[in-house]
């Protein structure tokens, strides 16, 4: 990685965290992370990458008037979640409004299994490099990888089964549909996660992923918003490493990003950063 586009915040404090997750090894440690533009890339070809969601808004898989009323929800809601002076309480209230009128809007206008892979099998959504590098390494050292995101469950796990890293060791946190015997959409599963509710999502609540977690008190938590460190609510760890990865608007947004991360991944670069900490904790 270029050494312009990795940031170490407290580079003592780090190097004590990155010791004990050493120190600790693989049967102590657990990995924490966000999909979109986390595990997948911020942008494509020099484009703007369009999330899980934004890739069933953007094209004309739905009924015809899906895409415009999806759009007019973006263009409502989507200047509030971005908005730092709106207060914590009114944004996630906000935010569940969007997702859950556009969750049963999707429903409404026909979502299928089959809708799913067709999207997934354009593969417009691309994977960060090392990525694939870094799930090979946490499958084949059984070290466990918890996915929270507020994007849609079923295409995350079918993007992973596509290109064959759906691994056993990986368990998702999302928001998981209800189908019929037809494959047909019925209705959303709740909690509802959505993108500033992640301090609320916490892992005791859901036990068969808990069970899997609770000995494993080291964590490396990763993300690419100021919310996703909030995922770790909850969980009492020894040793938590927190990398971000701030894909965009570098100098704007750096300040806030430097309070919640310790190590910042700078212009949407790649994970060896990450695969090179994985390979040293793994000897």
Request: proline share 3%; hydrophobic share 40%; charged share 30%.
């Amino acid at each position: 990685m270029n050494s312009d586009n990795l940031l170490v915040v407290n580079p003592k404090r780090v190097e004590k965290i990155r010791a004990n997750l050493i120190y600790g090894g693989k049967d102590n440690l657990h990995v924490l992370s966000d999909f979109d533009k986390t595990l997948t890339r911020a942008f494509v070809d020099g484009q703007k990458a369009h999330t899980v969601i934004a890739q069933v808004r953007q094209g004309n898989y739905l009924t015809s008037d899906y895409s415009s009323r999806a759009h007019q929800l973006f263009e409502k809601y989507h200047p509030i979640e971005i908005d730092r002076k709106i207060s914590p309480e009114e944004k996630k209230k906000k935010m569940h409004e969007w997702w859950k009128i556009h969750f049963e809007l999707l429903v409404e206008c026909g979502l299928d299994k089959k809708t799913i892979s067709e999207i997934v099998s354009k593969r417009t959504l691309k994977f960060r490099e090392g990525c694939f590098e870094f799930l090979d390494l946490l499958y084949k050292n059984k070290i466990p990888l918890v996915v929270m995101s507020a994007a849609m469950g079923d295409m995350i796990s079918e993007y992973l089964k596509q290109e064959n890293k759906m691994y056993s060791n990986i368990k998702l946190i999302a928001n998981f549909y209800d189908w019929d015997k037809k494959g047909k959409a019925v209705k959303v599963r709740e909690p509802i996660i959505h993108s500033v509710n992640k301090d609320e999502l916490i892992i005791k609540d859901f036990p068969e992923i808990f069970k899997v977690v609770s000995k494993r008190k080291n964590v490396i938590l990763l993300g690419d918003s100021l919310e996703d460190p909030d995922m770790i609510t909850g969980f009492d760890s020894d040793n938590i490493l927190k990398i971000g990865f701030l894909n965009e608007n570098v100098s704007e947004n750096l300040p806030y990003f430097k309070e919640k991360y310790d190590v910042l991944i700078l212009n949407d670069g790649n994970m060896d950063y990450v695969n090179k900490l994985m390979g040293e904790i793994i000897k």
